[in-house]
């Protein structure tokens, strides 16, 4: 990993930021038990491509296969504090600067719940949508190691500091077993199904709980 790199595409310019929200969020050394690496990892691509939308239509092009986007925009539009913490790791240039990303997240957890933000990320259409992203954004390499010793992170050729062990905070431990393990992809419930009936149309449903191997392939 190197969230510092200079990008030369919009779609590195989306993971770079999704690098420096990864860190930010484990420097908040926040537990979310049951929550993979993985996880964490695509909602940092969906809040990253959230805070870039409007302002880089390549990188709305590069999600624009993700159905389900928009029901978690709707759910970030809402977050008050969810701003402030994309603001900080978007301009993060070092270590000092992603630990306050990293206070940023920690008021996101604080407003949202801890309840509520694991029941998010482990909920079937997170799981589905994980999935859909892994397939066109895989993890960088080492993500499960920098989350667990942060200060493994590549340094950055413009000499910026990485994040230190003592910046960065350890809220996931996973196992390489785990880690390899592929997204888990349950089938949406009933009370999902009456959720998303009740918000979109059906064609829009039926494309957000179709199998991700369709997506962007039609």
Known sequence: MNPFRATTSDKDRLTALAERLILSMASAQVDLPAVRPEALWALAIAVGGWWLKGNAPGIEEELRPFPALPLLYGQLNGIRSMPSFAAAASNAT?????????????????????????????????ARLQAQILEKFPPPSGLAEALAAPSAVAPVASGVAVPSRSAVGVPIRASREDTAAPPSKPAVSEVTLAYLREHYEEDVVREIVQPPSRLGKS
């Open 94 to 126: 070092g270590s000092s600067q992603l630990a306050r990303g990293g206070q940023r997240f920690a008021e996101v957890v604080k407003e949202l719940g801890l309840p509520k933000l694991r029941a998010a990320l482990t909920s079937d259409i997170f």
